[in-house]
């Protein structure tokens, strides 16, 4: 897989109208949607949860990333979590919202090539005047509650039966599915794929507590969240080029093969006859981290990025014998030149690690160029990246948030690679 990177606005939906009115009769200057419902919220957003608001750095003009303490998730997150979510913090007529240090708030997110972002229209309904946001929750915690897994995959999953392997049959509303059965720790584990709304795959795992997929393919391997893996799955799972895929739950082996890829293939086709879909299609809820072990003389890397078609954004990699991580970002600072020199700073769980940095520009090739910072004794930020939540990279005025999820599994394998 060649790493491409494009850049995409944050798509946010939102519903203009001439005036909007709050359940209090307070009017908003900009312009969202009228009557919002926890559904709504659940389906429009990446992320949903409340945490308090523990810190918040300027991320660009009138732009603020605010660092959150998860205390309840209902969408995306769990609780403990640390996310970084960037959001205006002009006035309320540009949809800028601002959120105080050491109070707890509801937002729900957008997951976009930046990183995940909200403004005013995804948080007035849960300011405490309005008068919605009790309704909201209890109805979001009822909603998440009765979705973990939902739906006739979830139930199929539930009951599934036979030996270990992979079969595909026939959902009581006419769609194929694909079942894994495995069985971990003497533990039955079933994986279940199907085509689901809106052009997208839908996944379901049994029992429900299991984390985390992983995929090992000829191009590396692939830790995938249980909450959003179905179609970067199925995209692995349908390169007919390496028939020999090796899955795993929760690090735990997981039947794979020849079975299994011609198991998904067949999913992929009943998905594009039924709704169009294509596993190439651009998806900027795929971001996702690969984990390529040395090969040929190459350096291990971890790289997150868009793995159904190949977007890179940001990588770690190292210098084995100089003990050092390189850490490289594809967000470069206004007016970069080669061979510049800029400050680079990494926050993670609110811990900040400084390195020198350094522009890498390239006269063609996939992307425009790379910020590339050393950390000599990186022991403490891979401490800190275990730990999951957000990742923010900045170089000057180029911020970039990922996901530490998913590289919280890959590190133990990373750092033998590198000796650390």
Not at 102 to 126: E, H, I
Not at 312 to 319: G, H, N, V
Not at 333 to 362: M, T
Request: proline share 5%.
């Amino acid at each position: 897989m060649t790493p491409i990177m494009h850049w995409a606005a944050v798509k946010i939906v939102l519903v203009s109208v001439a005036t909007l009115l709050t359940a209090s009769g307070a009017a908003l200057a900009c312009s969202c949607e009228r009557n919002p419902t926890a559904a709504g919220i659940l389906a429009q957003h990446q992320m949903v949860f409340t945490g308090i608001a523990r810190s918040s750095v300027t991320a660009g003009p009138q732009v603020s990333a605010t660092t959150f303490e998860v205390t309840e998730g209902f969408k995306g997150v769990a609780a403990k979590a640390t996310v970084v979510v960037r959001h205006p913090d002009g006035p309320s007529a540009s949809c800028g919202v601002q959120f105080a240090t050491g109070q707890s708030f509801t937002v729900a997110a957008q997951q976009g090539a930046s990183g995940l972002s909200t403004t005013l229209c995804s948080t007035w309904m849960f300011l405490p005047h309005v008068g919605l946001r009790d309704g909201l929750l209890a109805e979001m915690r009822r909603l998440t509650a009765s979705t973990a897994p939902a739906g006739e995959l979830g139930r199929a999953a539930a009951q599934a039966s036979g030996r270990d392997g992979w079969q595909v049959s026939a959902l009581p509303d006419g769609r194929l599915a694909a079942f894994g059965i495995g069985t971990i720790d003497g533990t039955r584990h079933v994986v279940a794929l199907a085509c689901g709304a809106g052009k997208r795959p839908e996944l379901a795992i049994e029992p429900a507590a299991a984390r985390t997929l992983q995929v090992e393919t000829s191009d590396g391997v692939w830790i995938f969240p249980t909450d959003r893996p179905a179609d970067a799955l199925a995209a692995g799972l349908l390169d007919r080029m390496d028939r020999q895929l090796r899955l795993a739950i929760d690090g735990k082996t997981f039947p794979g093969g020849p079975d299994a890829v011609d198991a998904f293939a067949k999913i992929g086709k009943d998905c594009e006859q039924r709704s169009g879909w294509q596993y190439s299609q651009d998806d900027d809820k795929q971001m996702l981290w690969i984990f390529r072990p040395q090969q040929g003389g190459a350096a291990p890397f971890l790289i997150f990025g868009k793995p159904a078609t190949g977007w890179l954004l940001a990588d770690l990699s190292c210098e084995p014998r100089r003990q050092t991580l390189v850490v490289r970002s594809t967000a470069l600072p206004r007016g970069a030149r080669n061979g510049q020199a800029v400050s680079f700073k990494i926050r993670v769980d609110g811990q900040e690690y400084s390195a020198p940095a350094r522009i890498k520009l390239f006269a063609d090739g996939d992307v425009a160029g790379f910020v590339v910072a050393r950390l000599t004794k990186p022991q403490k930020l891979l401490d800190s990246l275990r730990k999951g939540g957000e990742v923010t990279l900045v170089a000057k005025d180029a911020v970039l948030d990922v996901q530490a999820a998913g590289v919280v599994a890959m590190l133990p394998p990373f750092e033998r690679a590198c000796g650390f």
